[in-house]
């Protein structure tokens, strides 16, 4: 069984630019979640989905951005006119419905650098 | 607010050491904590957990156990190996397990 993969594993790219990043959870996992991880630093919550909704969005820093899973499985996280400040690993993980055991799963991260 | 604190790294021991990781957190309510561990070019994976107070998790020899009084979840292991060279990140989650917070993590470096 594969795991949660994550697209592009490195992206770099210039201060302004438009940037999308994909996640590809566990099948039949119904719960997904978007962190950011800067150096040094330990994950930071963004955005939860539950299904194709995004059940909380509270983490997200600004209206730059933006996530969505429109079926229910792979999810994107945009970000818009991208700022150096941007630049970090983000991290997507994924747990099955209904579980009480709490375990995330995630994956290698895409690790975004705006120059 | 939610937070974790964990001691800073790196930490450098050699094979066979007692190992501790220290683990305080502030939260509302009970909440579940976690230790997840990241191997280098690997992504996080759950090492143990407890869900309320007194709880010991446990796996790979490590243990933590949920102390609420003095809010802490320190992470052991009586003898540790090369293997476990890794980035260790405290967490905790309010029960819905909605919003993870973690920990700046804390890098283990263990010499033959």
């Known amino acids: 069984g594969a795991g949660v993969s994550q697209t592009p594993s490195n992206k770099v790219t210039e201060k302004g630019k438009y940037v999308e990043l994909r996640c590809d959870p566990i099948s039949g996992h119904t719960a997904l979640y978007w962190y950011r991880q800067s150096l040094g630093q330990g994950p930071e919550f963004l955005i939860y989905?539950?299904?194709?909704?995004?059940?909380?969005d509270s983490g997200l820093p600004n209206d730059r951005f933006f996530a969505v899973r429109p079926e229910g499985s792979v999810s994107t996280l945009k970000i818009q006119r991208t700022e150096r400040g941007d630049s970090a690993v983000y991290l997507c993980a994924s747990s099955p419905q209904g579980q009480s055991t709490g375990e995330l799963f995630f994956g290698e991260g895409s690790r975004l650098t705006v120059l | 607010g939610n937070s974790v604190t964990q001691m800073e790294g790196p930490v450098t021991l050699s094979e066979e050491a007692f190992l501790t990781i220290n683990c305080t957190y502030t939260?509302?309510?009970?909440?579940?904590l976690f230790w997840y561990v990241q191997y280098p070019g690997e992504g996080l994976q759950l090492l143990l957990k407890a869900t309320k107070a007194d709880d010991k998790g446990s796996n790979k020899g490590f243990e933590a156990t949920y102390r609420k009084e003095t809010t802490s979840f320190h992470l052991e292991k009586g003898s540790v190996q090369v293997s476990d060279s890794a980035v260790y990140f405290c967490a905790l989650s309010g029960n819905n397990f909605n919003k993870f917070y973690f920990g700046s993590g804390t890098k283990l470096n263990v010499k033959p």
């Open positions: 939260a509302t309510g009970y909440p579940s």
């Open positions: 989905f539950q299904g194709t909704g995004a059940a909380d």
